[in-house]
Nanobody, 116 residues
Framework: QVQLVESGGGLVQPGGSLRLSCVVS????????MEWYRQAPGKRRELVAT???????HYADSVKGRFTISRDDAEKMVYLQMNSLKPEDTAVYYCKADFYLDGAHWGQGTQVTVSS
């Protein structure tokens, strides 16, 4: 059974940094795109960052220059380095992985709260 487990969320002051991690287990299928989404209270889930199997990255305009997505295929992990955090970055952050021949799977989410 495929599992994605996020970690690294927490409470941080504005201007601070956090690094989210997501580990994939329970599958031998190739992982194609890996992504981070977030959902703030009362808002729709939005795509934050994407990294393809070849390492190409894409970011939402709201996080460009502040967030960095990376992956380690040997460890089946994806990371999101978040710098210069703002209160509007407060949300539950989810990782998502697209598996060759097995579709998309999601993690359970990790809370990020940016507040003084």
């Amino acid at each position: 059974q495929v599992q994605l487990v996020e970690s690294g969320g927490g409470l941080v002051q504005p201007g601070g940094s956090l690094r989210l991690s997501c580990v994939v287990s329970g599958t031998m299928f190739r992982i194609d795109n890996m992504e981070w989404y977030r959902q703030a209270p009362g808002k729709r889930r939005e795509l934050v960052a994407t990294i393809t199997r070849r390492g190409t990255t894409h970011y939402a305009d709201s996080v460009k220059g502040r967030f960095t997505i990376s992956r380690d295929d040997a460890e089946k992990m994806v990371y999101l380095q978040m710098n210069s955090l703002k209160p509007e970055d407060t949300a539950v952050y989810y990782c998502k992985a697209d598996f060759y021949l097995d579709g998309a799977h999601w993690g359970q989410g990790t809370q990020v709260t940016v507040s003084s």
